[in-house]
């Protein structure tokens, strides 16, 4: 299989036609046009460019016909693009890109309909166009061709696109890539970040957005972009959180611009505020520093300035890092008298370029640090650019984050440019370095958010009756209503084994008497209306009730009051059910809500009848594990008292992340769910028990849910556990196939090495002697819907000296599909260690693959194989793939199978 990416023809045309009109005619030029004109004539584009007119060019046309250009560059007006586009088409051209602005969406869907009928991948309409230095290409009406760089700039505002290339061009910023994408594109943000991941000239994606048309396709692609290579997100159009119409607390308290930071943590992306941060941050990430944590030391010349970097810490959730009593010690002699290293390491005003040196060399070396900032103040007898040097000097050997600020201006110009020839990021403000760090760390985080693969039912726990829930949502359904009563919230949540108090509803006050006296004392009642959302703001909440006439006069009181406060609400009665025992238990909330367009998220936070205005609102998107419950909890603020406080125990962590766990299930399981609140959720040193539960339904439609799997409302895949499978191997022992995991990158990266010469050769069509780290994260981070890869596993258990029992794995092969832009059909790839060759491995993996293709709805799988590959080949006919020629490269031979 080739490893061209199928939008090259694209972003790196060998040839382009371009339909702008004659340039010695400007008065009939669009402004596109004519911006265009000047921006290709510019500079010398590496490749073959022919300038087209369709007034009056048919020779020209015929002529050309002959040939096949990669691109077709259209800057017509609207009334020509359709005529342009088909004459493209004529012409063979592999894509188009339409730069205009002011295209109506039914014009932007004739266009696109003309491009698909024609073959073409199309960029545009409203795309002001794109650069790519590398190939010496200036296809847009951005001005001058940009410098060149390793980052690229996707972005879907044109403006703010200007805005940005005219800062980064003062400021020396380059880039790989500029795309410009704007409203009713074809291919968008998907696809540009698809083939970025995949840029050998690319090592960092910039990414300026307003809003995505499909979360699954774009969480894909973000996913396996951010696997490869830092992605820093600037979105605009940030909205207000809450919604009037909510009908539990969590979807009350949480926004759309909150659930989007929860997608980037997810994806292992960064998001920052402003474009200059943009920038900074991906600077600072494109350096592949690895920290482990979020402690930044500060070494300083001043105490002023090295307090604005520690408070800039203190907001941002980052830690000072502190020198061990050891290594202060070891340093202390060697820096100025008035050095203090109690928190910030501040040389004093007597710093020269060794202090610097000594307490550089010092806080790399300490394990309690991730990070260093070297602040400088500039004074009148020292010597800025020493300094500077001394610092570029101790950089060569660092192996964690260095960062730098030089205060001033005029003083410290020199200084600064030392820096960043050293590859020290540089900043002009304390807070703007502390800032950047912080996008590392957080980078790195999410990185590990990034690699989590859980599937949709957690295996160590029981099994949840998933039917019985299902009949209990389509009983509500059928009711026409929406709103669950809190006995069947609680049957629901029991169903998933989350522990719930019992709770019997009863009709009549000495119903209510007569089912508490059973229960035992002391009782809570809540009323039970489908039609109130909050039941203590009408009065429908009486708790601590400790005698059976109590609770009667409660029952009679409590109607009343509430028949008055909400006079129109259907009453069902009042439920009953035993006070929580806990104590000294914490008062949570865990909530789902459904977000348009990611679909289900995952709340967690303080709970109680405050949990408006408490606002603590950390959140994940499903499916979880128990690493990511661990983080959601983490996040939130109320993690801070589930430890010991106060003189109380700490609560059961595990219980608590085990009901995210059923959460999770629920929300990967019941696509039917639109809001759920579990508040209270009481957790204490001995569990976890749900005291009240809210949940609103509501219809999917057989139509998405059949077209997008039983997994369609997740903006995550979950792993498909269902999919492994144990086989013999011929000679004894077995092997697991099972779909790859992020966390088998080394054992695939050694398949490869370990393969002879003429393997690899016959495999990738080239001499590489292992993957390359981008190969290695495609290759590995699966979205399992639009990708699949299967690897055959052998597992060998071993003993040590003391009798212990260590099992080891290794990768014997792996298969895998990508689905083609068409979409009906899908490319293959299959690769067996030496050893196992012709031992019935590759058939098996290629049936297991085919067979998940089938599932997938898939028609034919095709697979380039190399000409002289006679042993796949020989393969392929046994099953039952035909092999034909395939013109565009004489060298392979096309083989398929229809499913």
Known sequence: ??????????????????????????????????????????????????FLDLQGTSGTLQDLQQTRADLALIALPPAELEAALQVAGHLHCRSAMIVSSGVDAALAAQLQRIARREGMHLLGPNSLGMQRPALQLNASCFGPLVRPGQMALVSQSGSLTAAMLDWANGNGVGFSSVISL??????GLTEALDFLACDPHTHSIALCMEGISNARRFMSALRSAAYSKPVVVLKSGRRPAGSAAALTHSAAI????????????RAGAVRVRSFVELFSATKCLASR???????????????????????????????LGLLSAQASQALAPQLPAQATLSELIDLSEDAEPAHYAAALQAALAERQVDGVLALYSPKTDKDANAIAAAVAEVKKDADK??????????????????????????????????????????YHQNQQLLQQTPPSLTTHLAQPDIEGARLVIEGVLAERRSVLTEM????????????????????????????????????????????????????????????????????????????????????????????????????????????????????FGAGGTMIELIGDRAMELPPLNQFLARRLIERSRVAQTLGEWRGASSVDWSALEQVLLRVSEMACALPQLREMDINPLIVDAQGTVAVDARIVVSEVSSSSASAQGAYGHLAIMPYPARLEQTWPLRGGGDYLVRPIRPDDAQMLQELVRNLSPESRYMRFASRLAELTPSMLARFTLMDYDRDMALVAVQRTRSTDED??????????????????????????????????????????????????????????????????????????????????????EPEFKLVAHPL
């Open 488 to 603: 069947e919230s609680k049957t629901l949540l029991a169903a998933f084994h989350i522990p719930v108090t019992r709770t019997l509803l009863a009709r009549t006050g000495t119903e209510a008497m007569m089912i508490a006296t059973q229960l035992g004392f002391p009782v809570a009642l809540k009323i039970d209306s489908p039609d109130i959302t909050h039941k203590s703001d009408v009065g429908g909440v009486m708790l601590n009730l400790h005698n059976a006439t109590s609770v009667r006069d409660a029952y009679e009181a409590m109607v009343q009051r509430v028949a008055h406060a909400a006079p129109q609400a259907r009453i069902h009665g009042v439920t009953v059910q035993p006070m929580a025992s806990a104590q000294r238990g914490r008062e949570v909330c865990i909530g789902l809500v459904r977000d348009n367009p990611f679909g289900p998220v995952i709340t």
């Open 182 to 187: 704007g409203p009713h594109t074809s291919v």
């Open 803 to 888: 009798g212990a029992e260590h099992w080891s794995e290794r990768l014997l092969g792996v298969s895998r599909y990508a689905i083609n832009p068409d979409p009906s059909s899908c490319e293959f790839a299959l690769l067996v260690a030496d050893e196992f060759a012709g031992q019935g491995l590759g058939a098996r993996l290629m049936y297991s693959i085919m067979d998940v293709a089938r599932e997938r709805g898939l028609a034919e799988i095709q697979g380039l194989v190399l000409a002289e590959n006679s042993k796949m080949l020989k393969l392929m006919r046994r099953l039952g793939f035909s092999v034909r020629a395939y013109p565009e």
């Open 1 to 50: 299989m080739l490893d061209k990416h199928f939008l090259t023809p694209l972003f790196a045309p060998s040839s382009i036609a371009v339909f702008a009109g004659q340039a010695d005619a400007p008065e009939t030029l669009t402004p596109q046009a004519a911006a265009l004109h000047r921006a290709l004539r510019a500079q010398r584009y590496s490749g073959q460019l022919v």
């Open 289 to 319: 520093y690895r920290p482990v944590g979020r402690r930044l030391a500060v070494v300083t010349n001043g105490g002023g300035a090295g307090v604005l970097a520690a408070d800039a810490a203190n907001d941002q959730q980052l830690e």
């Open 401 to 442: 984050p260095m960062l730098s600020c030089w205060l001033g201006d005029a003083t410290v110009g020199e200084a600064r440019a030392l820096l960043r020839a050293a590859g020290i990021p540089t900043f002009r403000t304390p807070e703007a370095a502390v800032g950047a760090f912080g996008n590392i760390a957080n």
């Open 254 to 265: 949480v926004g759309s611009d909150d659930v989007f930071d929860a997608v980037l943590r």
